[in-house]
């Protein structure tokens, strides 16, 4: 068994591929207890036949590929990668490079005895942002937090990463981008630690953000976010979770 799955859903990022399985290949170096399972999201622009390509080379056996025929939300990609993990700790991040996939390995290394535990969950806290975003994320993390009575700082910041044992409370878990907001909301919840660790925020290179990226973004992101969050809690008076 491996120690370490990260899962990375790609959703077409074509262009960002080669750099992409670079940047996982230079991460995980010579070890053996680590894996990458990228997941092609449904994507429409050739991203599963490039994957083929990269993957096929001798260099890259420490990823696997999950396809997904069509795209049902972030959250569906994540949730099948997970399926096909191996390791004992799982975690995943973004394919756009915003977040440098060396910062999940080094963060399984600093709470690697806590993640083995089962009772914590490990989350970026993203630096390097602008004024406004960070702004942003305040003014969600504030609201979400007091609508669901629950601690929720920087939600969608990544890496997420726990023990496999955490993967029953998932299912029921949402497909689209509130699936970040549920794994922490389940955490406080059962009562677990959640772990914050720096991670520095980059600009993207290739693609367009798929989150709340343009202003455009953030209001579709404010939109469903709040629409799940009250189905939530519906959900909970009525004993649904």
């Known amino acids: 068994m491996k120690k370490l799955s990260i899962v990375i859903p790609c959703y077409n990022e074509s262009g960002s591929l080669p750099n992409l399985v670079q940047v996982c290949r ?120 007091f609508l669901l009575g629950s601690k929720l700082w920087d939600v969608n910041a990544q890496p997420k990463m726990f023990h496999r044992s955490f993967t029953k409370h998932l299912d029921v878990a949402p497909h689209d981008f509130s699936l970040d907001l549920y794994v922490l909301f389940v955490a406080n919840r059962l009562g677990m630690k959640v772990q914050s660790f720096p991670v520095f925020f980059a600009k993207r290179e290739f693609g367009e953000a798929k989150g709340g990226g343009s202003l455009k973004g953030k209001y579709k992101l404010i939109k469903r976010t709040f629409a799940y969050i009250f189905q939530l809690r519906k959900d909970i008076k009525q004993g649904k979770r």
Request: net charge negative.
């Open 26 to 145: 230079e991460a995980c170096g010579a070890r053996e207890d680590v894996e990458f399972i990228f997941v092609d999201n449904g994507s429409s622009d050739g991203t599963q036949e490039i994957f083929k390509k990269l993957l096929i080379k001798p260099e890259n056996k420490f990823a696997k590929l999950m396809h997904v025929p069509i795209n049902q939300g972030y959250g569906y990609g994540i949730l099948q990668g997970l399926s096909l993990a191996e390791g004992e700790v799982l975690a995943w991040t973004h394919a756009d490079l915003q977040t440098d996939p060396k910062d999940v390995i080094i963060a399984f290394d600093q709470f690697g005895t806590s993640l083995a535990s089962g009772q914590t969950i490990v989350k970026g806290e993203r630096n390097g942002r602008g004024l406004f975003d960070v702004f942003f994320t305040a003014s969600m993390s504030v609201i979400s937090s």
